[in-house]
């Protein structure tokens, strides 16, 4: 069966710290995947997105990156975390009847 | 990318009443879903609808493609459906664009 997962699923980290979000999906090949963010109480912001592996696209600039080593596996990263950085990060990705999410994982950067 | 605008931004309805949420596009999609968020912020898909009608028990879902909005339908509200309903879409380039929800209460 296809499924995707992601973690963790809370995490606290002190500003200035480094930041390493994994996801990956299972039952599947070559899929499309995808980084949003949701601020609080607010809708869902794209960040990154890939088609394939080592191929990412950036919608925001910002002080994130994304990285795809693996065919299923999707990583967001911060060298350095700033408050502004705290949110809800889904991994999604697309298939033949459209989008599934992660579970999510929540940061809270202080 | 595509701006997508919902409404109502919230709606407060008691225990067993219908309501309708509403979103409209700015431009034309080929890929459009219903969102519920949960509690915990799974974001869990109700309707792949880029045209047409579904329907999935007390939920069901209409998209006008050519005029460019989606309707969703809640019937015989319960107190679980209570949440952020999100609806989102995407063109050609297949990055999702969300609206920025309706937040859904239903009091017993």
């Known amino acids: 069966s296809q499924t995707i997962h992601q973690w963790p699923a809370t995490l606290v980290q002190p500003v200035g710290s480094p930041l390493s979000l994994e996801c990956t999906v299972e039952g599947t090949s070559n899929p499309n995947l995808y980084w949003y963010r949701q601020a609080a109480g607010r809708g869902l912001q794209l960040l990154f997105y890939?088609?394939?592996?080592?191929?990412i696209s950036s919608e925001v600039p910002q002080n994130l990156s994304a990285s795809r080593p693996q065919d299923r596996q999707f990583i967001l990263s911060s060298k350095k975390l700033l408050l502004s950085d705290s949110g809800f990060y889904l991994c999604a990705w697309m298939t033949g009847v459209g989008y599934t999410f992660g579970s999510g994982t929540r940061l809270t950067v202080v | 990318g595509i701006q997508v605008e919902q409404s109502p931004p919230d709606l407060i309805l008691q225990e067993g009443a219908n309501s309708t949420l509403r979103c409209n596009f700015s431009?034309?999609?080929?890929?459009l879903q219903w969102f519920h968020q949960n509690p915990w912020g799974q974001l869990i898909n109700l309707f792949y609808?880029?045209?047409g009608t579904k329907q999935n028990g007390r939920l069901s879902a209409t998209t006008v493609a050519t005029e460019r909005y989606s309707l969703l339908y809640i019937s015989s509200s319960q107190t679980t459906d209570s949440g952020v309903y999100f609806c989102a879409g995407s063109s050609n380039d297949y990055k999702l664009s969300f609206g920025a929800g309706t937040t859904v209460t239903v009091r017993a």
């Open positions: 609808i880029p045209s």
């Open positions: 431009d034309s999609v080929n890929n």
């Open positions: 890939s088609v394939g592996i080592g191929q």
